[in-house]
């Protein structure tokens, strides 16, 4: 209160300077910028003061007290006075640039933000003001319940002050309304998932982006379908969720994929998961189709690993037999570093899996459901026509039966349903292929077995050679050149494990080592387990020439309903 500005060393408190304006300064605290303190006194002026040596830059006089402090932004000092007006002048000469009468004293000390000044009025009407900090002009107010002696903070976009009338206000832009973009795997989206905001009212258009073999399907839109525009236009009314639903290539588990949709899914694990999936053809089918399989496991770790092999779909009517393999590819991949087991698996094993074998015959089974064997065409009634004679549709209900007659005690076959196609006077003398390719494999090929025919019209023919077969062929070639230590086939039809011999009943050499693989899977699954070869016994199976040939622990797993 004796009038003076102090400068003090801010290390050890010694006086620099001091400047007396010769009255006191009651409220007012200064502002430094540009190399000058402001401050404001009640001898009705503000001052500006060189920092260095604090002499008089210059002086403007109000019309009363100064208790406001400088607001510095602009090149421009901000201040209000009890002559109920807030002021601006030049920071550099001093010079009035504009005032702002608010009819009330001006206690409150102004902020200055995004080209605006905000500042509360006292007695006369307790308003808190917001000008334009160019012109002075007002961009808005509001009257509380109190006069404001209070200085304006700001954060974040929001102005925040105290009145007395007991409370803290805060004023701001009005809340913007938020768009959440989610999406399901298989796709993003433009803008990117993630939460957004727009101001009210703005029509807002997200595109659907599928990734690579996968499919937009539709919008829902705060949980409702929303249908399959893409893009899709949202108007900013109030908070919206959007989800994108995607399809991935193998879409759902409650269908039978088909050979495209298995190498969608495949190429899609092989573009989206590179650190462990490694996917490739290892042979063509009889209609040149790729055989693919599937590796997994985490190349960073370097540590030794035992190979494993799966294969499905050897025989074409046991299409679930596919859906295992497939399944457990896509559950492998999209699940590692998350599932601890499958983590471990793909740490420590490399696992090699053929979802399909017989690849030409998913077309083929959907004109005949009991096709078993690959499409590789006999003349099997020598007439010199090849698969002219399958069986057939014949009362149009989209299946293709057996007909039994039936004695009262005893079905017996008769036929498949069908017509006579070549008319020779025979019904279904002549079906589409083929070989069972799981009775062509070389090992005791040739064995004198309950199954494993020597004729084509026959649905567990062998074959004219074994590995006569390019499907048979490829898995060949891909043992040859691995050392797969355990393997598994799936087939469908019962709920087993079967393990070699299929040839024969005699007991294979690690009897004791395949009992304790089968009685495990069985046990996990509660389903039963024998020797191949006691349930019935088979020439030139897989699992005979993989632990025959290769010395592979190779198993058969039957699946069925369970």
């Known amino acids: 209160m004796d009038g003076k500005v102090y400068a003090l060393n801010a290390s050890n408190g010694a006086l620099i300077w001091s400047y007396n304006v010769g009255y006191r300064i009651a409220w007012s605290s200064p502002a430094v910028a540009y190399g000058k303190v402001y401050i ?8 500006a003061l060189d920092a260095f040596d604090g002499d008089l830059v210059w002086s403007y006089t109000t019309g009363y007290w100064v208790d406001s402090s400088p607001a510095v932004a602009y090149g421009k000092v901000y201040i209000g006075s009890r002559d109920n007006k807030i002021y601006c002048l030049d920071a550099s000469t ?14 409150s000390s102004p902020a200055v933000a995004d080209g605006k000044v905000y500042v509360g009025a006292g007695y006369g009407n307790g308003k808190i003001y917001s000008l334009d900090a160019f012109t002075g002009a007002v961009v808005w107010s509001y009257a509380t319940d109190g006069i404001i002696y209070s200085s304006p903070g700001i954060a974040d976009g929001k ?4 009145s007395r009338d007991n409370k803290i206000y805060a004023f701001g832009p009005p809340p913007m309304p938020t768009l959440t973009i989610t999406t399901t795997t298989g796709g993003t989206t433009t803008p990117a998932p993630s939460r957004h905001s727009y101001v009210n009212g703005t029509i807002v258009s997200v595109t659907a982006v599928p990734s690579v073999h996968c499919s937009f399907d539709h919008w829902e839109l705060d949980g409702a379908n929303a249908g399959s525009v893409n893009p899709i236009s949202v108007t900013m009314d109030k908070d919206h969720a959007l989800h994108a639903i995607f399809l991935t290539p193998w879409q759902d588990w409650a269908h039978y994929h088909n050979y495209t949709e298995i190498v969608n899914t495949l190429l899609y694990l092989n573009t989206t998961y590179l650190s462990i999936v490694d996917v490739f053809s290892i042979g063509k089918s009889w209609q040149n189709k790729d055989i693919y399989c599937i590796k997994l496991t985490n190349e960073s770790n370097m540590h030794p690993k035992p190979k494993l092999l799966f294969v499905g779909y050897h025989h074409a009517r046991e299409l679930i037999s596919a859906e295992l393999p497939l ?36 077309d083929a089974v959907k004109q005949n459901e009991w096709q078993r064997k690959n499409v590789h ?11 002219e004679d399958p069986p057939d549709d014949e009362d149009g209900d989209g299946y293709i039966e057996d007909l039994f007659y039936w004695d009262g005690y005893t079905y017996y076959f008769i036929r498949w349903e069908g017509i006579d196609d070549d008319g020779d006077g025979l019904y279904n003398e002549d079906w589409v292929g083929g070989v069972d390719l799981n009775r062509n494999y070389g090992y005791q090929w040739d064995a004198q077995c309950q199954s494993g025919s020597l004729y084509p019209w026959d649905e567990d023919y062998r074959g004219p050679a074994p590995f006569s077969e390019p ?35 005699e007991d294979p050499p690690d009897k004791e080592k395949f009992e304790e693989i089968a009685s495990e899977i069985a046990q996990l699954t509660s389903i039963w387990y024998s020797q191949s070869g006691d349930w019935y016994t088979t020439s030139g199976v897989w699992d005979d020439w993989m632990y025959g040939n290769r010395s592979t622990f190779a198993v058969t797993c039957e699946i069925y309903t369970n």
């Open 40 to 47: 404001g006194s009640n001898d009705r002026k503000v001052y």
């Open 159 to 162: 102005v925040y002050v105290g």
């Open 471 to 505: 499907e048979t062929q490829a898995i060949r070639d891909l043992a040859l050149s691995h050392n797969f230590k355990y393997a598994i086939s799936f087939h469908s039809g019962a709920e087993c494990v079967v393990y070699p011999w299929g040839y024969t009943t």
């Open 377 to 387: 065409p006999f003349d099997e009634d020598g007439d010199g026509l090849m698969d």
């Open 327 to 362: 399944y457990f590819a896509v559950e492998a991949a999209t699940n590692f570093g998350t599932n601890k087991t499958i983590t471990h698996m793909l740490n420590y094993s490399e696992i090699y899996i053929i979802p399909a074998l017989n690849v030409d015959a998913f």
């Open 94 to 107: 001093g010079a009035f640039v504009w005032s702002y009468a608010t009819g009330a004293v001006m206690w």
